[in-house]
């Protein structure tokens, strides 16, 4: 089975704070992205990478930006935490169309 | 662009009853559709998927079929189960992979 993992279940952080989070899958696929998660808003694309080294801009960049410097890793940055970007944050893995995720981490912007 | 639009919720139902979840497409060529579910305090799995017009998607009971001339890929399932309480989403994959999901619907099932 896939495996991707998020460093943090739960966070909580601090308005201006630099925030980092970390994803890691197991099973060498090729593409990585990040999502957001809202009531009523369904889950939104901030980036996404299909190589290492690689990003591109998803539907709601603003704000976050990504690192891939390891094919199994895919890091996504919040420059200065602001108290909209509290959300539940998704990351996944893929090979094919179909997405394989992580439980997310629940962050909170105070 | 592509949008996925699905049947708002909550929805309640008892044990054994009937279960739909409706989901309409708007699409440019040949899209993948898929059904994924939460469960709550996870991320989200694939629950069944199809490829081409009239394929039917099936897992744990659930199924789904891929409509081209109504562009709709409902979720059904015959009887369900309080452990089917979760969050449903439906998604579809157009052009370079890009998956675009619905808001999710909300099913709570009581004994």
């Known amino acids: 089975d896939v495996k991707v993992t998020q460093s943090s279940r739960y966070l909580v952080k601090r308005t201006g704070e630099k925030v980092f989070l970390e994803c890691v899958q197991d099973?060498?696929?090729?593409?990585m992205f990040w999502y957001r998660q809202d009531p009523g808003l369904g889950l939104r694309l901030i980036y996404f990478?299909?190589?290492?080294?690689?990003?591109e801009k998803g539907d709601i960049p603003e704000g976050y930006s990504v690192s891939r410097e390891k094919k199994e890793r895919f890091s996504l940055i919040l420059e200065s935490a602001s108290t909209n970007q509290t959300s539940m944050y998704l990351c996944?893995?893929?090979?094919?169309?179909?997405?394989?995720f992580g439980d997310g981490t629940r962050l909170s912007i105070l | 662009g592509n949008s996925v639009t699905q049947m708002e919720g909550p929805v309640t139902l008892s044990e054994e009853a009937f279960l739909t979840i409706n989901c309409t497409y708007t699409?440019?060529?040949?899209?993948?559709l898929f059904w994924y579910v939460q469960y709550p305090g996870e991320g989200l799995q694939l629950l069944l998927k199809?490829?081409?017009?009239?394929d039917k998607g099936s897992n744990k009971g659930f199924e789904a079929t891929y409509r081209k001339e109504t562009t709709s890929f409902h979720l059904e399932k015959g009887s369900v189960q309080v452990s089917d309480s979760a969050v449903y989403f439906c998604?579809?994959?157009?052009?370079?992979?890009?998956?675009?999901f619905g808001q999710g619907t909300i099913l709570t099932v009581h004994p």
């Open positions: 699409a440019t060529g040949y899209p993948s």
């Open positions: 990478s299909y190589d290492v080294k690689m990003k």
């Open positions: 099973m060498d696929h090729e593409n």
């Open positions: 199809a490829t081409k017009a009239d």
């Open positions: 998604a579809l994959s157009g052009s370079y992979g890009k998956l675009t």
């Open positions: 996944a893995s893929s090979l094919d169309r179909a997405r394989h």
